[in-house]
């Protein structure tokens, strides 16, 4: 059916310098969107079908290439703004719900951004870490909370507390999970090879275990979701951990939905599905209904793994987080993640990325509270998710309460995705979200598992350094030192929730 | 820069105050002349079965009624008395010293495997909790802190320190870094058994004190030896630890040297650092700290602050300098300077 809209403003316009371009037709070979295509001797473009995933430009030799957002102006207007009314054009056109990739696009303030950081001076010594210790090295899972001993009849006592199992992480930055079907399998093994090396781990999201990376099970996190998708009992031998995902923070409350045109014959027999059909996995679990089936469903998944792995639980940061983290702690799980409302996703309604949900600091930070408060901290590690930007956010998260995070959009961009947003496509010009053959083939899974392995290196040298000036040689003693940040510009109502100071007190 | 001092006799033969007095003043270059403190166990034999709060009135017009209703209702009041004092011209007092000798109604603490310390950690929480003008500074049996803000020989003066006997004593010349004015703030700070010194900083403050506040502790003061001594109190006396094992959650060892322990070493080592991650001090520090049966020293696992060790005959010392030991014992037997994370621990003979 025709509209009356005729053809939107561009967003975005690629223009060609003629005096430098050789016409050497890179651009033509790696839009996969269409943009460039030859007439005759000359490039045509066609910006409409652009995405601002920069492929062309980072392959043009002479730099000849350049983007343009939005380079058409609405008149201005501070309520009706180009988005809410470009929504309404797209609604009214199709009547449907608008989907949309990556994280929350909404403007609201960063709180990681206005948490400050501390360092000793005169009446502490920083620690210098190239010359002392500074330990980064992370257990998730249950920890006692008191010892027993027993006496030995030679008068020596002996340790009678049985450790649960835990995860050891050399880094307290693992990579978070996203599917083998929303991403391509050499994605999956770049991440899973960076996994490895870093001594750290990784989620393969729902999508089951891809053969091609057996090699690499005991640093994996198989998850297990609502959709069930993969998971048999070879699948959940195969983790090192199992996570349950109850929910997700881009889009809390709703279920996952991977488009069919990226269900391939491959994604098709790893996550046990008809070729080329739409995975939906449903908003529930249709075996929790309340918290008490929960336990159910972790204690059916320890049984079949002979409480060997930590099993894991991930949950959206909605308002009643603190409960619903108290609820779960009593679950049984070892660890609980939880995602903020930033969180990235392949694709989900654009009204729930960017309305629904609470930001990750403040998820932790009442999760923590909570926590301690019903002597629970010590039955789960809390893991932070959903927008962990750079190094200063892994260092936050853990001062306001969590023990590690999961990256997931970073580790992305460490591959080259430029965050356009339009994984749900499937034609990632990358070779990430994808699962077009030509395209996957651009992603070499040595090089990108090295560029992942470099972000993670680096951020952990970074960690070291911070925690080093401020005084800290161990991890643990930098969870839930709230003492240690000081709260810029944050209104006293935050302040108070996040147990947090004001700059200068 | 604090400087910190400790003495213990093993055969409880009592030590009157004027050698620790000597031993602190030597250590003036450590402190800032703005608080110091002493604290002495077996210094009140005439009550020992009594808990003898040491507590600090704004104005005892105003807040002994609010103290006197509060041990009323959690026991007996046995006797309570102005601590005597001796004014010092460059000691300004800005508070009353008192003491109580008191009986705690056991069964007021039902169910608790010490109901006496439990009430009496309760009722230290709630007092020094309220702005009620009142802060008991210690609150053990046949122990008691003197504490003021003042150089170490004119606090020792102004309470007649020497007048005092005990068979352990601890000290402390403080160096002031924030409200100078406040007495509560040098160190030791006692909760009935354990009393604590400090020469340090810790990095790890907020988390620490977060962590003994979910086990019902309060800390008012916001100084480091407040959260140590509950710390300990939590770990030995309710957690059940061995003093030994208590240190090393406190202070564990790294990982690298945990991985290098026969297995059941390592695995004792894993589980105090799973259960205590949230107990482990960080940061700069020497702390010495005793209870009536115990004398013990430790640092952080850099040792970035000193701690030196003294021995003659039956006594043991720990201080910030050997110098302080040597002002209290100048033959002495033997000088030890521990490795970091080499605690040291002093029992008296049963």
Request: glycine residues 10%; charged residues 20%.
């Amino acid at each position: 059916m025709n509209s009356n809209f005729g053809s939107m403003p561009l967003r975005y316009r690629i223009s060609i310098d003629r005096e430098q371009c050789m016409e050497c037709g890179r651009c033509v070979e790696n839009c996969p969107y269409g943009v460039f295509r030859w007439d005759g001797d000359r490039i045509l473009i066609n910006s409409r079908n652009c995405t601002a995933c920069h492929r062309c430009l980072t392959y043009c030799p002479r730099d000849a290439i350049m983007l343009q957002e939005h380079p058409c102006d609405y008149r201005s207007h501070p309520v009706w703004t180009r988005s809410v009314r470009e929504s309404i054009y797209n609604q009214a056109r199709t009547g449907k719900i608008i989907l949309a990739g990556m994280g929350s696009v909404s403007n609201l303030p960063i709180i990681f951004d206005h948490l400050m950081l501390d360092a000793c001076q005169v009446t502490t010594p920083p620690t210098d870490p190239l010359r002392e210790p500074v330990e980064l090295r992370t257990y998730l899972g249950k920890k006692p909370s008191k010892l027993d001993f027993t006496q030995k009849p030679n008068g020596d006592v002996e340790l009678s507390t049985e450790l649960a199992p835990n995860l050891m992480l050399e880094t307290p930055i693992m990579l978070g999970h996203m599917s083998y079907g929303a991403l391509s399998l050499n994605a999956h093994v770049a991440m899973a090879r960076a996994a490895k090396e870093t001594g750290t781990f990784m989620g393969t999201g729902e999508g089951g275990l891809h053969p091609g990376l057996y090699p690499y099970q005991d640093r994996m996190i198989v998850q297990v979701a609502s959709g069930r998708f993969g998971v048999n009992i070879d699948y959940l031998e195969r983790g090192a951990a199992i996570e349950l995902k109850l929910g997700q923070g881009a889009k809390p409350g709703i279920g996952g939905h991977l488009p069919g045109e990226k269900v391939s014959a491959d994604v098709s027999r790893t996550r046990m599905i008809p070729q080329g059909s739409d995975a939906i996995s449903p908003a529930p679990h249709h075996d929790i209904y309340g918290i008490e089936d929960l336990p159910q469903l972790v204690n059916s998944v320890k049984e079949a793994t002979e409480y060997k792995k930590p099993i894991f639980a991930k949950i959206a940061a909605v308002n009643n987080n603190a409960e619903n983290v108290a609820a779960v702690a009593r679950s049984g799980v070892d660890a609980i993640a939880i995602d903020g409302f930033r969180g990235g996703t392949g694709a989900a309604p654009r009204v729930f990325r960017d309305h629904v949900g609470i930001p990750i600091e403040v998820a932790i930070a009442t999760a923590d509270r909570e926590l301690r408060k019903q002597g629970l901290r010590n039955e789960v590690s809390l893991i932070a998710c959903g927008s962990i930007r750079e190094s200063t956010d892994v260092v936050k998260a853990i001062a306001l309460g969590a023990d590690a995070v999961y990256i997931a959009t970073a580790a992305l961009a460490a591959m080259g995705c430029r965050v356009c947003g339009n994984c749900y496509q499937g034609l990632c010009s990358w070779g990430i979200a994808t699962q077009r053959p030509d395209l996957v083939a651009r992603l070499d899974p040595d090089v990108a598992s090295k560029q992942v392995a470099n972000l993670i290196h680096a951020w952990t040298l970074e960690i070291t350094e911070l925690m080093g000036a401020a005084g800290i040689n161990s991890i643990e003693s930098l969870r839930g030192n709230r003492d240690r940040l000081r709260g810029y510009m944050l209104d006293e109502g935050l302040l108070e929730i996040l147990d947090v100071k004001s700059v200068g007190a | 820069m604090c400087g910190i001092f400790g003495v213990m006799d093993k055969r409880r033969q009592m030590m009157d105050g004027s050698g620790i007095r000597e031993a602190l003043s030597i250590m003036n270059e450590r402190g800032s002349g703005e608080g110091a403190g002493y604290v002495a166990y077996g210094i009140y034999p005439d009550y020992r079965d009594c808990y003898a709060l040491h507590v600090f009135f704004d104005n005892p017009g105003a807040s002994k009624a609010v103290v006197d209703a509060t041990l009323e209702q959690w026991g007996t009041i046995e006797h309570d008395e102005a601590i005597p004092t001796c004014d010092q011209p460059n000691l300004k007092v800005n508070c009353t010293p008192w003491r109580y000798f008191f009986r705690p109604d056991a069964s007021l603490a039902p169910g608790s495997a010490s109901p006496e310390k439990d009430v009496v950690t309760n009722i230290v929480m709630q007092i020094n909790a309220g702005a009620n003008g009142a802060e008991i500074v210690s609150s053990g049996k046949n122990v008691g802190v003197f504490k003021a803000g003042g150089w170490p020989e004119e606090v020792a003066d102004f309470y007649r320190i020497q007048d005092y006997e005990g068979y352990i004593w601890l000290a402390h010349n403080r160096y002031a870094t924030s409200s100078p004015e406040l007495w509560e703030r040098p160190d030791p700070f006692n909760l009935h058994d354990w009393s604590v010194v400090e020469n340090g900083k810790i990095t790890t403050y907020g988390a620490n004190r977060r962590y003994v506040e979910s086990f019902g502790y309060n800390c008012s003061t916001g100084t480091d030896s407040e959260v140590i001594a509950y710390l300990i109190d939590l770990l030995a006396r309710k957690h059940g630890l061995d003093i030994n094992l208590a240190i090393r959650a406190l202070a564990p060892p790294y990982w690298d040297e945990i991985d290098r322990m026969p297995e059941a070493e390592q695995k004792l080592n894993r589980a105090l650092r799973f259960a205590y991650g949230s107990a482990t001090m960080n940061g700069p520090f020497t702390v010495v700290a005793a209870n009536p049966d115990t004398m013990i020293g430790f640092t952080d696992r850099g040792k970035l602050r000193p701690m030196v060790v003294g021995e003659c005959g039956d006594r043991l010392y720990i201080a910030s300098e050997e110098t302080a030991i040597r002002t209290m014992e100048p033959c002495v037997e033997s000088i030890t300077r521990p490795a970091a994370g080499e605690p040291v621990i002093g029992r008296v003979a049963q």
